[in-house]
């Protein structure tokens, strides 16, 4: 058994004496070739304090002014620290419930994740692993702005596989929280079509009784009958959002700890990151297929190049992977008969990561099939567009084929994703 469960309580800081509704923005990595979300999302904040002025959208990762609003983020940072904009909660750990868009409610406790029992390495065999492959390039920019950070906002949410709801579930009922007295932090709307969220703190008691039901799902034995998987290092956690913001987290304490003895390793506040855990099993939660435009290239020639890769690949439906296509004013279906990958997303990601190496372009990855048949219209373009992987594969999948191809699913749509509220000094 793991000596020490890798998710923990952790001090946790809430802003104060501002508008939640201005404060909290969806993470960062959400509507990258939409950069008109994040323009109205500019207007709509204005000169409040908001956790977009903390954050860097991804569809400013590339922008020749990059290193200037990295500049200003940890400015900003370091302003609202020194304004005390922020409120303490020391060795939290936070209930929260999203009410989302859909109506349906996603329950989630938040706390802080120990990056020594993580790795997102191919065939990693630690507690908490990637579930996607990651890339190693989009690492370095991410580190340039956690590096000099005093303070990290999280959107990364945690998988448990936990059927029986042992975890979470306690605090489910408003009634039941009553009766631990457990205090309400906050409550609000949130923007853009977010939904509504609140969260509870939990005593010293319900958070050992979290660590008490980790240790259970943890326990080898456990482990081994319940996945058939005798022999092979236990899976706790899987990375279900945020895989590069915990890689990057991953990346920077490997450097700090090379310069900080080991006996201080432990109470290193940059060994851990705040995550949201989340039960595989939550009613709410649903995997959406994330689908692919390609940019800046001639789809004609992609697809001839994409039936020479696969014999007897053809248009139109048949038996094999079928992946809808979609550009211009064509649309249609794709079938690859005898795919050597399991999911259709392998078939597809492994063919443009060795087309795009030798043509060029760009891919985006895209939530939505409006937006892909929107963006696709566009000349130069291209849509692909992929069907959902059934949640209960996860585990097993991570377990015995390690990570997915990138981009496999998404939990939810844009809107749905986490959205930054909390921090934690990081320095």
Known sequence: MTKQIAFSPADILFPRDCNLYKWSVVACDQYTSEPEYWERVDTLVGDAPSTLRLILPESKLESENVEK???GIHDS???YLKEERFGMLEHAMVYVERTLANGKIRRGLVGKMDLEQYSYEKGAQTPVRATEGTVLSRIPPRMRVRRDAPIELPHIMVLIDDPENTVIGPYADL??????????????EMMENGGRISGWALKEEQQTS???ALKKLADPARFEAFYHAVGRAPLIFAIGDGNHSLATAKACWDEIKQKVPEEKWMTHP???ALVELVNLHDESLEFEAIHRVVFDVDPEKLLNDFFQAFPGAHMGEGEGHQIGCVYGETQGVITVPNPTAQLEVGTLQGFLDTWMAEHGGRVDYIHGEDVVRRLAAQKGCIGFLLPPMAKGKLFPTVIFDGALPRKTFSMGEAHDKRFYLEARKIR
């Open 69 to 71: 609003e990295i500049q």
């Open 175 to 188: 009634r039941q929280r009553r009766k631990f007295n457990l205090e309400e932090l906050y409550e609000f």
């Open 270 to 272: 940059a060994r851990y």
């Open 210 to 212: 979290v660590n008490e």
């Open 77 to 79: 940072m370091e302003r």
